[in-house]
DNA sequence: CTAATGACCATTA
DNA sequence: ATAATGGCCATTA
């Protein structure tokens, strides 16, 4: 698995996040130092080798659900499973679902 | 080494 | 309100 330690960071703070909540790239790359390397967060959590880290749990910083809808089509379905409410393809309860990083 | 890509964010029109 | 533009970062080709 040869990961660097961004990686490492980035699945690190994604597994912080409890259940029935959810968090943004954007909060992940403060918590691993690195505020604007959002981008990178998402490449990271694409790679994703752990199945542990709950990378559904990460949306954009608008509220909507991000990438990855389309394709496996599973991450609202994962999100309304852990009790995350989405209404028309964003968090319908966002600032109440969000769960900050420190 | 440089260039291109991507699950992003913020600003501006 | 949505759409387009610029910028930032790490990884991969």
Known sequence: ???TDFEKSV???????????VSTYFEIAKAIR??????????????????????HR????DGKLGG?????????????QEGVAIEKGRIADF?????PLC
């Open 11 to 21: 699945y690190n703070a994604c597994s912080k996040i409890r259940k029935g909540r």
């Open 1 to 3: 698995m040869q990961l």
């Open 95 to 99: 600032k109440n679902a969000f769960q």
């Open 34 to 55: 690195n505020p604007k390397a959002s981008r990178a967060v998402g490449n990271a959590l694409n790679k994703n080798p752990f199945r542990s880290v709950p990378c």
């Open 58 to 61: 990460v949306v954009c910083s």
């Open 68 to 80: 990855f809808v389309n394709g496996p089509r599973k991450k609202k379905s994962l999100l309304e």
